[in-house]
């Protein structure tokens, strides 16, 4: 799309973006006057979500039911959306069920990133906007929490959180 001036619209790849946080990105970015792109495998949402984007929004986010572990298929979305920049919301999220299943977690929050971030790496596309999480900082010994605060994760999602900051880090 072009805007009025001429210029081409940001293009955004929202990872997660049936979530409930990345639906409210993806209206908000929508709102501001950019083009979405919604990649989801809908293991915790359902793509009725992009119909009441839609709604919300009067504009219907493109949509690509799929798994950020998925290379051919991340490959592909860059490819035929041009996208510009990364909002990173996509992963598995519950501390309880991280606990009971450590390696999905790792492999899915983790591996998926890192996936993401090759995909990123071969399209030119430099600019991500990560969601962590608190439990990155463990029980913290003072409030308020900074990102400056000591790190100490107590279960495995935190620790898949603070992995992928540490990987975003080091590719920056």
Not at 14 to 41: K, M, P, Q, R, W
Not at 78 to 105: C, T
Not at 107 to 136: C, K
Not at 148 to 158: D, E, H, K, L, Q
Request: one cysteine or more.
């Amino acid at each position: 799309r072009i805007k009025s001036n001429g210029e081409r619209m940001a293009v955004i790849l929202l990872t997660g973006g049936t979530g409930y946080v990345g639906s409210h990105t993806c209206v908000e970015l929508i709102n501001a006057g950019h083009d979405t792109v919604v990649f989801d495998n809908l293991c915790n949402s359902s793509a009725v979500v992009v119909d009441r984007i839609e709604k919300i929004t009067g504009k219907r986010p493109r949509f690509i039911e799929g798994d950020i572990r998925d290379s051919s298929l991340l490959d592909r979305a860059f490819s035929d959306h041009r996208i510009d920049a990364v909002v990173h919301f996509a992963g598995l999220k519950a501390v309880a069920d991280s606990v009971a299943r450590p390696l999905d977690y790792y492999v899915n929050n983790v591996a998926g990133s890192g996936t993401l971030l090759e995909a990123m790496q071969a399209h030119g596309v430099r600019r991500i906007a990560f969601s962590s999480s608190a439990t990155v900082y463990g029980a913290a010994s003072a409030m308020p929490l900074t990102e400056r605060s000591p790190t100490a994760p107590a279960n495995p999602y935190g620790h898949t959180k603070l992995m992928v900051e540490q990987i975003l880090h080091d590719v920056a």
